[in-house]
């Protein structure tokens, strides 16, 4: 048999739900809630750990402290103050020193005692002195320096106000961020480099000289021209020795094999090609790229061919078979400049989209894209000693290290189109640019100790002032520079001068480390 269920009204079933609530949940609702002592311990001890946490570790003077148990006078409501750190070890409190007589034989008593009180800047020195406490070892492993959240964040180039920087002081083996006065970093003395002098030039071509390369037995060097040819010129004499013809546009890059007779070259007409110097004739055609070929380089340890065209790819050639190993994708305007070595990365690319990019070979891919310069990137350099490369660009010269392309230094004053760079193992940087300044610098700190700006060839224009490539000799004591007045120019160390005849103008300035 089924019972009927009694039937309330809604507004009965609500009231008692509202009842039943209230009940359960509030005594009496005319009272607030009475505090939890212990409760709000815990609220107190989080919170100073939470917010103060940092800097719960310093020492408090002694007429600071407050009496033990009695309420503190800040707090409006009587409440018991707590430590973070209670149930812990007590921290350090500066006070004063020992009593002691005023001097040696002296009975020390109440009337001849002495006690110093410690001054307010030697309690800060000794609170940085004194050994760490666990409140502090926990803070440090908690707190973050300033410095490791920039390390973190990859940011190398940031520069900071010269007056204060965040320096890390070592308080008994723990390591505090605390903001001190720090001399601003100087740039350090350059190394003296002898000036460079003119010393040659040599005519021949009928066209802008547009790239240059000298052979590794040091004897002669190779040209590349808008009037279509290379000339093959003797280095000691600076007489041309052999025209090759065969491109039908400007020759816009050339190199010379250190391992096989081959010469190599590329141009606006699309065209790779391998020359054997040994019959003069060529042997290898390189077909694959969509425009002109602007660069190209030889792996130093593996049979490679590396070209870079304004068809926005660089291609990897085997070098024997002329298949195109790879076709290094990814940059989205013309590729000027492109560079191997033997270590990671083995290829550098410079392009007219402002980028960098260090491609890893083996799997054809970019490894790092550096985009810190605004303009277009024509020239990249390695250093042929240090694990760095230097980039070229019109708003600036930078510096970098490898494998990942971290930052080093800007190298400025330049102010023109930069179209090529070249360095010696001594330290010299050469950049020359689109109005025929060539500027020589100091590879370590970055001091421009040289500028040189050549006359040109007699008849031709001012507007024809330009150099296109520059490159040292094997023997790093002649530099060779291939310019828009058709001619070579050859440079060598003013074997007169001396630290005294052409000091450094130096100052040792503030540096300014810009990221952009």
């Not at 009975?107 to 940085?128: F, G, N, Y």
Request: proline content about 6%; hydrophobic content about 35%; charged content about 20%.
């Amino acid at each position: 048999m089924l019972l009927e269920v009694q039937k309330h009204s809604v507004h009965t079933l609500v009231f008692r739900s509202l009842k039943r609530t209230h009940d359960m949940f509030v005594a009496d609702n005319a009272k607030p809630v009475p505090l939890d002592d212990e409760s709000h311990k815990v609220k107190m001890a989080v919170k100073l750990r939470t917010e103060y946490g940092s800097v719960l570790h310093m020492p408090t003077l002694k007429e600071n402290m407050r009496e033990k148990g009695g309420p503190a006078t800040g707090d409006p409501y009587g409440h018991k103050q707590y430590s973070g750190n209670e149930g812990e070890e007590l921290e350090y409190v500066i006070t004063g020193t020992h009593p002691y007589p005023p001097g040696p034989g002296v009975a020390l008593t109440a009337d001849t005692k002495i006690q110093r009180m410690p001054s307010e800047s030697a309690a800060q020195s000794l609170a940085v002195s004194l050994p760490p406490s666990q409140s502090r070892l926990d803070a440090n492993r908690t707190a973050a320096g300033v410095g490791e959240i920039y390390r973190h964040a990859g940011i190398s180039e940031r520069s900071q106000p010269p007056g204060m920087s965040v320096a890390m002081m070592e308080a008994g083996g723990t390591k505090n961020s605390a903001l001190v006065p720090k001399k601003a970093p100087t740039m350090p003395k350059p190394q003296w480099h002898p000036p460079w002098k003119l010393y040659r030039v040599i005519s021949g071509h009928l066209g802008w000289v547009r790239c240059i390369a000298v052979e590794p037995g040091n004897q002669w060097f190779v040209t590349g021209s808008a009037d279509r040819t290379i000339k093959i010129w003797d280095l000691a004499s600076g007489k041309l020795k052999l025209s090759l013809t065969g491109h039908i546009s400007t020759v816009r890059g050339v190199i010379v094999s250190a391992r096989s007779p081959y010469l190599f070259s590329c141009g606006e007409d699309k065209q790779v090609k391998c020359w054997d110097l040994e019959y003069n004739k060529v042997i290898r055609h390189y077909h694959g790229h969509l425009s002109a070929v602007y660069g190209l380089d030889l792996h130093p340890t593996i049979d490679v061919l590396v070209t870079c065209s304004r068809d926005s790819t660089a291609r990897i050639w085997d070098v024997r078979t002329k298949a195109s190993v790879h076709t290094l994708s990814g940059h989205t305007n013309a590729v000027a400049t492109v560079k191997c070595q033997a270590a990671e990365p083995q290829v550098v690319t410079g392009s007219h989209d402002t980028t960098i990019r260090l491609w890893d070979l083996v799997a054809g891919k970019t490894r790092v894209t550096l985009t810190n310069h605004k303009k277009s990137v024509r020239a990249v350099i390695l250093h042929p000693r240090h694990y760095t490369f230097a980039s070229g660009s019109p708003d600036n010269i930078k510096q970098w290290k490898f494998p990942d392309g971290n930052f080093i230094q800007n190298l400025s004053g330049h102010n023109a189109i930069i179209n090529t760079l070249t360095v010696n193992s001594d330290g010299v940087l050469v950049s020359g640019a689109d109005n025929g300044t060539m500027h020589l610098w100091d590879w370590r700190t970055g001091y421009n100790f040289q500028r040189v700006h050549a006359a040109v060839q007699p008849g031709s224009l001012d507007s024809e002032s330009g150099i296109f490539a520059c490159v040292f000799d094997q023997s790093e004591s002649r530099l060779l520079t291939a310019e828009a007045d058709k001619t070579i120019k050859v440079y060598k160390e003013d074997d007169t001068a001396t630290e005294e005849t052409h000091p450094i103008s130096w100052k040792p300035e503030i540096i300014k480390r810009k990221r952009f």
